[in-house]
Structure formats: structure tokens, C-alpha cells
């Protein structure tokens, strides 16, 4: 079974500084899909951003950006000019594509403060 | 509007009286899912649906049941909650291929005495 490694239970960021949230993974599959999923106060899940492992090219979605080191299985996100509405518990995701073992494994969390 | 929709909110009750938390999803989507969130364990999958009458155990399935007898509605039963079941529960749908997002509900409090 794939197992995902947050090892950063908190992390804190200044405003409009940039901070990198981690993310490792461990997998025998060579094509899988990671998502990072942020949920805030509210307790909804959101989705930040994924990738493809078959492609090299790292996801970009404005501020937030991944760093997908497919060798080192690694996933790590990059937000960038951090705002205070970025404060939340991040989740790592990893999904396999086939059969019976399409499901999503979740890391533990990252619990994101953005100071003022 | 699309969503996954997911009753109650928030439930209290005694080890060993029967529940269900339904969730129920407008998207026609194949694939539906279970998760329980804890602190400092993230999210675990409880049982998963590729689509109707096919159900697949996740990671924590014992002491819950799922159905998949209609592809909107995917509800969690727990037969004999005990005081270990007390949890954050998410139900989850997405479309059929493993690249798209999953679509959340607003989760349920489960509080079991």
C-alpha cells in the first residue's frame, strides 16, 4: 500500500512572504496522480492543485506551485506572496490510477499560520 | 448546483445504537468514498465505490458497512458504534478517471459516548 509523509505538522509564514509545505511518498507504481487539498476553518476540502507523475513539467496554479521530484518521490508546495486567507491544514494526496487500488491516500496534514 | 451532500452535521450518540450518515451526490459521478479525519492522522479511507454494486474496503474499514444501490447515494452505517469511532467523516465523489478532484462533503462530527 502507497504511504504519504507530511513531516511538518505546523508550519507559520509572514504575509506576503513564500513558505514550502513537504510532501513524500512511497509507491512501486511509476504513474500515479498527487494533490495537495487545503481545508480551513470551515472544515471544506479544496483542491490547490495536482499532477501527473508522467509528466516532468511542475504544476502551477497562480501563487501555489509544486516542486515534483518523481526520483526522490517527493511533492512539496510552494505558495508564494502568502495571504492570510492561506491559513489552513494542507493534505498532501497520493491516487493510483489502476483497478481495485484506484484509491487516494492522505498524509497527516500541515497545519499552515499566516502572520499579519 | 453540483455538490456532494452529506447529513447530519454533527451527531452524538451511545456505543452500540446503530447509525447512518448519508451522503448523496448530483454529479453522476462513478466513484464515491469514506474518509475519517483525526488529528494528527489526516485522512483515512473507509471504504470506496468504483460504481453501483461494486464497493472496495480502504485502509479503516472495520466496524462500518457502505451500499452502493444507487450511484447518487453512497451511505455509512455503523452497526455498533463504539467511543474509537469518534471522528471528522468525509464523504467524497469524483468522475471516474483518477486525474479529477475529488468533491467533498461538509463533513460530519461524530461523537460516540
Known amino acids: 500500500a502507497q504511504t504519504v509523509t507530511q513531516s511538518q505538522p505546523e508550519m507559520s509564514v509572514q504575509e506576503a512572504e513564500t513558505v514550502t509545505l513537504s510532501c513524500t511518498y512511497d509507491?512501486?507504481?511509476?504513474?500515479?496522480?498527487l494533490f495537495w487539498y487545503k481545508q480551513p476553518p470551515s472544515r471544506q476540502m479544496i483542491l490547490v492543485i495536482r499532477?501527473?507523475?508522467?509528466?516532468?513539467q511542475n504544476a502551477t496554479e497562480n501563487r501555489f506551485s509544486v516542486n515534483f521530484q518523481k526520483a526522490a518521490k517527493s511533492f512539496s508546495l510552494k505558495i508564494s506572496d502568502s495571504q492570510l486567507g492561506d491559513a489552513a491544514m494542507y493534505f498532501c494526496?497520493?491516487?493510483?490510477?489502476?483497478?481495485?487500488?484506484?484509491?487516494?491516500?492522505f498524509g497527516s496534514g500541515t497545519q499552515l499560520t499566516v502572520l499579519p | 448546483e453540483a455538490q456532494v451532500t452529506q447529513n447530519p452535521r454533527y451527531l452524538i450518540t451511545v456505543t452500540g445504537k446503530k447509525l447512518t450518515v448519508t451522503c448523496s451526490q448530483n454529479?453522476?459521478?462513478?466513484?464515491m468514498s469514506w474518509y475519517r479525519q483525526d488529528p494528527g492522522l489526516g485522512l483515512r479511507q473507509i471504504y470506496y465505490?468504483?460504481?453501483?454494486?461494486?464497493?472496495d474496503k480502504g485502509d479503516v474499514p472495520e466496524g462500518y458497512k457502505v451500499s452502493r444501490k444507487e450511484k447518487r447515494n453512497f451511505p455509512l452505517i455503523l452497526e455498533s458504534p463504539s467511543p474509537n469511532q469518534t471522528s471528522l467523516y468525509f464523504c467524497?465523489?469524483?468522475?471516474?478517471?483518477?486525474?479529477?478532484?475529488?468533491?467533498f462533503g461538509s463533513g460530519t462530527q461524530l461523537s460516540v459516548l
Open positions: 467524497a465523489s469524483s468522475p471516474g478517471q483518477p486525474n479529477e478532484k475529488l468533491f
Open positions: 509507491t512501486s507504481e511509476s504513474d500515479y496522480y
Open positions: 499532477q501527473e507523475a508522467y509528466k516532468q
Open positions: 494526496a497520493y491516487r493510483s490510477p489502476s483497478g481495485s487500488a484506484r484509491q487516494l491516500t
Open positions: 454529479m453522476n459521478h462513478e466513484y
Open positions: 465505490s468504483m460504481n453501483v454494486e461494486v464497493t
